[in-house]
DNA sequence: CTGAAAGCGCTAACAA
DNA sequence: TTGTTAGCGCTTTCAG
């Protein structure tokens, strides 16, 4: 076992109180205990148990990040930004995994309730805050990750994805395009409705045909599949805009298999902006998030949330997407060139 | 502030080692009373507070994971088998970035020491257990990921590195390529040195000769610019073995700027076998690790260990490298095909 | 300036 | 079968 403070205290003979003090208020200690105090704590390498600290204040100096993907590459990004602006306030992250399913998400957010976490970052499974009412009512700090705030009573950081969608189907419109088709995930992905909306929004005003099509997961491999499967339902359009990166990535192996050349007979773009996507067999048009500071930001604001939860108000900050045009969209008719 | 068992134990008039025994001992409590409880305890939305039961026990249901990139696909997917596994074991994953710095690493480690953690799972910066010691002392189960055990103190997940740096080597000598070089990390990454050591072994037997050039970080970035500099500097191989698919991806892309094609000019072979390695501009020849796996299987020996320290016996678990072979390398002359 | 003591929420030993 | 109680490590009054 690890020292305690009572050890702390015996060492230097002075009383629990006083170690109390050394630690958290060290101008009410006179020099020469405190010295003596310190070196105790250094020669018995003790440390604070955030447990018993945490006991007492009610709430830990822990946050919980609920993802639906942990291994797409765009939350990680996010995850880094969180993690640094929680390692700077001395937090610290509990990583949660909802894989896209509800149920999971559930479990979590028990375990978080479990851990008296002081803030939660939430990239939802679902669009309602329902799951979230009973964290909310016990003062947990919640901050929506991705998606603009849908009541009053959380913060939320988020990227403009109605602008993001109308940036890549503008971009396609541009170039000539007249049959988009937008792949899309799973039905009711939050964040991913947005994206839709702004892409919808721009094609009608440009008068330009759009088909939908769904993945079953935000996946390469699930991209793969269902364009494979559009292919064969005789599916042709000369543009594909797709619901993130994953699913462009994958769309593309399944329209080379197809014998079908991207930018040439199929124009992509995908959304996110992975690292990967420059360096992909065909380097990826895409429409850039801020990720890293998306993170930052959202962390920022909970830590800000639980250290003050009297004066906080909440926020909604959002940053504006970017389109990255690379090698993956061409005109419409590469003859006209 | 969430309700207690007092709460718990008031709602439903009996005392507060009734509630303890309904929720640890059911078997103990007559049927009438316990539904009585359980009742209380949903209609309260009654969660039991982690710290307080930390607090009694010592230690908490808690694993630290340290990683030193968690933008790496590779740690990630990792992460995903930690994670499974902790869930399972209603365990609860702490992620901490150590970004390859020694000192961010430390400071992690006081943070997971403070948390009164039960395991910590760790692809350590440095090769020495010395930062670990005090957690040791503390009776933390610690297992290395990525690293076989450099002592008996501690369990260790791992894949046979020198194993797979060797089949690295062998594929490209079979293919006929004499000059070799080697991408490494920087210095002193040790889950590298075995990669590193296992190609040395396999070209020396072959009499074959490796260049080493070295990355700054294991990132694209870093291997694009290291690969840069050393084309600047008249470097001339025909096979390009790199410590990782990030450094592989990033080299590629330097070899490209320099108007080299892969294969045709340079074979390359990363390390990891990351998802995008199969989607990159040239399908990468990488050798796989079963990542998930070695996480999951890690997780699962710290868990054995926080649960039963007794008659935890120390183990290594070691999976088995494989090569996979894509379109990034060809025979050494391709005339001679 | 320092010490003593209460209490945060829970479990386990013991009493009834 | 149920209740009572001590104590895990810490912070914070309140006395001295």
Redesign the pocket.
């Known amino acids: 076992?690890?020292a305690?403070?009572?050890d702390v205290a015996a060492r230097a003979?002075?009383?629990?109180?006083?170690?109390?003090?050394v630690?958290?208020?060290p101008d009410?200690?006179?020099?020469?205990?405190?010295l003596r105090v310190e070196e105790a704590i250094r020669d018995l390498g003790?440390?604070?148990?955030a447990?018993?600290?945490q006991?007492?204040?009610?709430r830990a100096k822990v946050l919980g990040l609920v993802v639906p993907d942990i291994a797409n590459p765009y939350f990680m990004e996010v995850a880094r930004g969180v993690e640094d602006a929680a390692l700077e306030s001395g937090y610290v992250v509990i990583l949660c995994n909802s894989d896209e399913q509800a149920e999971r998400e559930d479990r979590y957010l028990a375990v978080l309730e479990s851990q008296r976490v002081g803030g939660i970052l939430i990239a939802p499974v679902r669009k309602s805050l329902k799951p979230l009412s009973r964290l909310l009512q016990h003062g947990v700090a919640v901050t929506l990750l991705g998606n603009a705030a849908i009541s009053h009573d959380v913060c939320s950081a988020s990227v403009d994805d109605t602008l993001g969608g109308g940036l890549a189907a503008e971009h396609a419109i541009e170039l000539g395009h007249t049959r988009l088709v937008w792949l899309a995930g799973p039905r009711d992905i939050p964040r991913v409705s947005d994206r839709e909306a702004g892409l919808m929004k721009a094609a009608r005003s440009a008068k330009v045909h759009v088909t939908r099509i769904a993945a079953a997961q935000m996946t390469t491999a699930a991209g793969d599949t269902a364009m494979d499967s559009a292919l064969a339902n005789g599916l042709d359009a000369t543009a594909l805009l797709c619901a993130n990166d994953l699913l462009a990535l994958g769309a593309i192996r399944a329209l080379n298999r197809a014998g079908l050349k991207v930018p040439d007979d199929v124009s992509v773009i995908g959304y996110d902006d992975i690292e990967f996507a420059a360096s992909a067999a065909v380097p990826l048009t895409s429409v850039r998030q801020p990720k890293y500071e998306l993170g930052y930001a959202a962390a920022k604001l909970v830590i800000g949330e639980c250290e003050d939860p009297a004066t906080h108000a909440h926020q909604r900050v959002q940053f504006q997407p970017q389109l990255i045009v690379r090698a993956s969209t061409a005109p419409s008719r590469p003859r006209t060139r």
Chains 1, 2 share one sequence.
């Open positions: 076992m690890a305690s403070m009572k003979s002075v009383s629990l109180g006083t170690v109390s003090n630690l958290n208020h009410l200690v006179a020099t020469s205990t405190r003790f440390i604070p148990s447990a018993a600290q006991l007492r204040a009610g």
